[in-house]
């Protein structure tokens, strides 16, 4: 701006030049302006005037008045000179007062000095003499933490003058009570009942209170494994809760506790490094450590083991599994803060253990229910004989069983599967011994019930276990089902389950073995069955022979009561049999003369007509007075083929019907060996042999070979005969028609 | 011979066998038909191990066919026999002593050997006034005079020297509405208790009767075979052992201080036992006969006297020390089966001379002396 706007048309700066305004005015303005500009000039001029005349005035008045003052002033500094000459004065005396004084107070001040001095050492002194009383008011209000920190202090001062004998006293005192204290702390140590966290707190205090390191490390020990001593016992007590709660307090109580005094010993003793203590010091806490947490953490395991063994098998499995599991969990985590020690003891080893007991129970519980549905079979039976069990109650019984038998073991199978779900913290398989133990679930659950099955059975074929007869037929083509295929589902379920590769296995029992061995066993109760129904109709025979007067009977009019009955008998074996073994297979198999229509043809035989002629029963030869007869019988057997009586039966009809035939044929045979007949009494025989003959062909599938036993008694009769007079066919044959 | 058996026919049923026990050399068994026909015989085997042959002297039996057969162990002459006789239209078993001759082996008989050699001397027993049939005369083990007569549902004890009969035991029916009452089956001395006891089979039970006393049962097992017992045999080694057969087709070995159960049992026949026999030597080693037509040799070594730990003399258990790994091969159980009989076996016995042969005597007449198969033997011997 500056002199842009200085212009010269301002008559307030310094620039204004007043022609330029003056031109500019006269130039710019009209005249009524100019004269009116005039006038204003000449006002302000006559303002600016007066103005200048009063402010004159004012200075010059202001002028006066100063030099006034100056005067005045000028008297003052006059007297003011005088007065700080004074002053002078005065303060040199003073300075020389003050040097006077400082001279006599100086021997004072340095007295004050070591007073002071001397007080505060008497304060100390105070302090000492009054930390015996201080100490025990501080135990006694059980600040242990606080005396022991004064004690250290009071140390300190008697490792300085402790060989005054004015502190011996109080250093005694001390001690005596630090002593005390100690004594206290260490019985508190060992008091049962402390927390863990106050031992360690008492621990620390006793190395405060230079305990010997060794000695307290394996006291700390011995009174942490007393008092998890007393956690284990509480926890033996806890029989009422159920696992996952005995779990979660053995973990909350126990391993904590446990946990805290192994990381507090192993910061107190191990982590530290004290100088008067062997070099090995550390080592050695660090191995005391780790024997102790073995046999605590043992301890512990050994009494969940315990628990579990109880538990197992009456609880939930899953529920304790969880429990295991969460203390699985919970070692595993201990076992990563303690780390330099090893536990050696893992709760694998108890899940396998219980997976393996809980097998047991199975197995057990498998086999009681085996022996009850058993009874339960034996009951049926027993009531079902009332009214006359069909077969189709035999097949009822049959299936209920096996299917019963299928079903529990397939849920005992899953049931044990629940020990490898994959969200469990462990993993079974993985271990050397759980895998065994996953293959003891198949041999020993699934191989040894089916063993046990097969055994039990066999115990059945035992014919002092007088069993009924129908017991054994069911149980037999119960074996038969689990040979053909109960095993076989079961095995493959197994192995499907529980991943095992059975067939390349050399230590896994072989699904054939099994198999084979419930085929044995099917076939020793079929045996026994035959046995048993053989030796029932042989008691029959056997009475009816051996009660019968022979020689003195009457000329025969009838079939005896007793063969009907045999036949009626093994009539009913025939229907049970055949609704549990069908004859399909068999129908085309009988031999020739069964299709024989008429069944007349076997009195031909006697007299020889017949066209059989390699078929030996030509008893028509014979005399009474026939000495050869045994001469004939026995060429006979030269040209016949052995017939082999006692076969094993096979699984059909006919087969097992044929061998309780030939059994009561059999001991027909020897029951009259055994007498002597009357010539009726021959007849009687003779009139039995048809019934039975026109009877049982029904029943076989090669009946030659009943009338080969039959020709062997009636031959032997003839033997046994005083008077072997045979009756005529006919007579015979109607007699037997006549029933 | 030695796999086949050496066989020996007879031209009637029989069923009757026993060794000859009162010889000691030689290996010799009786034999005796049992037939209706007239003329039943009794047979002297002679075997000859050297010729591999089987001689024989046969006697007549013209008292009637004979069931039993026993020899005297203390006089090789004596045999009992018990045979039926028929009576109007009556049977009666009854029981004669016989006596072989003198000089059997001498030449003149040997001259006459198509004919019967005459007996020296029989005897017939008085057995009517005890009952109708005899079971069996049972020649005291010891006591040469001395016999149990099983008859009908009596036991008597016969004194030869005295002639006295006196009835030890009788078993009377046991239900009050069964007509028929079951009689003994047979009996046997036992070979324990200073033979004081007798066995005597009733139905399905065995009991031992103390024959000093009257009516005094020692012991009784009862129930030990589902049917009928056939046949006794006491282990001859060892005390309180002994050896059943019955009609349920078990061989059960007993220790009758436990009658409850067997310690031992085979049923490996498939019909009725008819006899057992312990070796007299190797007791381990039992023969048993059926009427399944087999002879069926069993090992029992587990119950036998030479097995482990029950051997009774110090001797014995330090042999047998030795052997015990190759005992353990020995198994229990059916060894060997002897199958050549076409009939019903009713007798075995063995020899009392040589311990590894037998005979077997089939209803068809058939004898057949056969040997332990060699090599059971060798691994008994060694």
Sequence with gaps: MGENNE????????????????????????????????????????????????????????????????????????????????????????????????????????????????????????????????????????????????????????????????????????????????????????????????????????????????????????CAAKRLHEQIIMLQ????????????????????????????????????????????????????????????????????????????????????????????RRLQAMRNICRGLDVKRSTVDIIIG????????????????????????????????????????????????????????????????????????????????????????????????????????????DTSSFSPPNLLLVLSKTCLELEQQGVHVLI??????????????????????????????????????????????????????????????????????????????????????????????????RTTASSDSSRKTYFSNFTGTNSKAQYRSNWSNYTPSQLESSYVSNIHRLFSERVDIFTSVEFSKVSIVMGIIKIGLKTLLECVRLRTFSKYGLQQIQVDAHYLQMNLWRFVSDENLVNYLLDEILGSAVHRCLESVLMEPNAVEIICERG | ??????????????????????????????????????????????????????????????????????????????????????????????????????????DENEQIKSEYIPWAQVEKLDTGRLGERVKTIEFHPSQEQTMGCVIDNKLAIMQRAESSTRVVAEVSSTGSSTKHMSPFTTGKWSHHHQGHQFLALHDCSVRAY???????????????????????????????????????????VWDCRMPKAPVFARSDHSHWVWSVRFNTFHDQLILSSSSDCKVLLTCAGSVSSEAEGTSASGLESTISAGMDDRRKLFLDGLLQTFDQHEDSVYCVEWSNVDPWIFASLSYDGRVIISKVPKQYKYQIIF
Aim: hydrophobic content about 40%; some cysteine; proline content about 1%.
């Design chain 1, 237 to 328: 007590d806890q029989t009422e809760r159920d696992m996952i709660e005995f779990v979660d307090m053995g973990i909350e109580g126990f391993l904590n506790d446990l946990a805290l005094v192994v990381t507090s010993y192993f910061d107190m003793f191990v982590a530290k490094h004290y100088e008067h203590e062997r070099d090995d010091f550390q080592e050695n806490a660090l191995y005391e450590l780790n024997i102790f947490l073995n046999q605590n953490i043992d301890k512990y395991l050994v009494l969940v083991q315990d628990r579990v063994e109880s538990d197992i098998g009456y609880g939930d499995t899953q529920i304790m599994l969880r429990a295991l599991d969460r203390l699985h």
């Design chain 1, 354 to 461: 219980a997976a393996h007991q809980l097998c047991d129970a199975h197995a057990k519980n498998l086999k009681d229910h085996f022996a009850d549905s058993l009874s339960a079979v034996r009951l049926a039976l027993v009531s079902a004989k009332t009214d006359v069990s069909t077969g189709s109650s035999l097949n009822d019984l049959i299936t209920n069983l096996y299917v019963t038998m299928m079903d529990k073991i397939k849920e005992v199978l899953n049931n044990l599967l629940v020990f490898l779900r994959t969200d469990w913290s462990f993993n079974i398989k993985a271990e050397h011994k759980g895998a065994l133990c996953v293959d003891g679930i198949r041999e020993n659950l699934l191989i040894g019930f089916l063993r046990h099955i097969a055994k039990v059975m066999c115990g059945f074929s």
């Design chain 2, 210 to 252: 103390d024959v000093r006393d009257v009516q005094h049962c020692a012991w009784s097992i009862e129930e030990a075979h589902g049917q009928l017992v056939r046949d006794v045999d006491c282990n001859p080694n060892k005390q309180c052992h002994l050896a059943t057969g019955g009609d349920d087709g078990y061989l059960k």
């Design chain 1, 492 to 589: 493959a379920l197994v192995d499907d389950l529980y991943e095992i590769d059975s067939e390349n296995s050399a230590t896994l029992t072989h699904e054939t073995e099994i198999c084979a061995e419930m085929r044995e066993t099917a076939q020793s109760l079929l045996d026994a069955y035959v046995r048993l129904q053989g030796s029932n109709i042989s008691q029959m025979l056997r009475k009816s022979v051996e009660t019968r007067d022979w020689l003195n009977c009457l000329e025969p009019r009838s079939v005896r009561a007793v063969m009907k009955r045999v036949v009626e008998e093994l009539g009913s074996i025939e229907t049970v049999v055949a609704s549990l073994y069908d004859t399909t297979g068999n129908a085309g198999f």
């Design chain 1, 7 to 222: 212009t010269p048309f301002d008559m307030d700066s310094s620039s204004f030049d007043a022609d330029k305004y003056l031109e500019r005015l006269l130039k710019d303005c009209s005249l009524k302006q100019i004269m009116d500009t005039e006038a204003a000039v000449v006002k302000d001029t006559q303002t600016l005037h007066s103005d200048m005349q009063t402010l004159v005035y004012e200075n010059y008045n202001k002028f006066i008045s100063a030099t006034d003052t100056i005067r005045k002033m000028k008297d003052d500094f006059k007297q003011m000179e005088v007065d700080v000459n004074l002053l002078m004065t005065k303060m040199q005396t003073i300075t020389s007062f003050s040097e006077q004084i400082t001279g006599t107070l100086q021997g004072t001040r340095s007295q004050l000095c070591r007073l002071s001095e001397k007080h505060s050492l008497l304060k100390r002194l105070q302090f000492l003499s009054t930390l015996p009383a201080k100490l025990k008011a501080l135990i006694e209000d059980q600040n242990y933490a606080q005396a022991v920190q004064d004690y250290l202090h009071a140390q300190k001062v008697f490792a300085q003058y402790g060989r005054q004998p004015s502190f011996d006293g109080i250093k005694r005192d001390c001690d005596a009570i630090m002593a005390d204290l100690k004594e206290r702390l260490r019985r508190d140590f060992q008091m049962a009942g402390n927390t863990a966290q106050s031992l360690t707190e008492i621990g620390e205090l006793l190395l405060q209170l230079d305990e010997k390191t060794s000695d307290l490390a394996s006291e700390m020990l011995t």
């Design chain 2, 1 to 106: 011979m030695d796999e086949n058996g050496l066989i020996y026919g007879l031209e009637l049923q029989a069923r009757a066998l026993t060794p000859q026990y009162g010889e000691c050399n030689e290996v010799r068994f009786f034999i005796a038909t049992n037939s209706l026909k007239p003329t039943n015989q009794v047979h002297l085997l002679q075997y000859n191990e050297e010729q591999g042959n089987i001689q024989s002297k046969i006697f007549e039996h013209a008292l009637g066919e004979v069931w039993k057969l026993n020899s005297c162990p203390n006089d090789a002459r004596l045999l009992a026999s018990v045979y039926n006789v028929q009576n109007g239209a009556q049977v009666l078993t009854q029981a004669a002593l016989l006596t072989l001759p003198q000089n059997l082996d001498s």
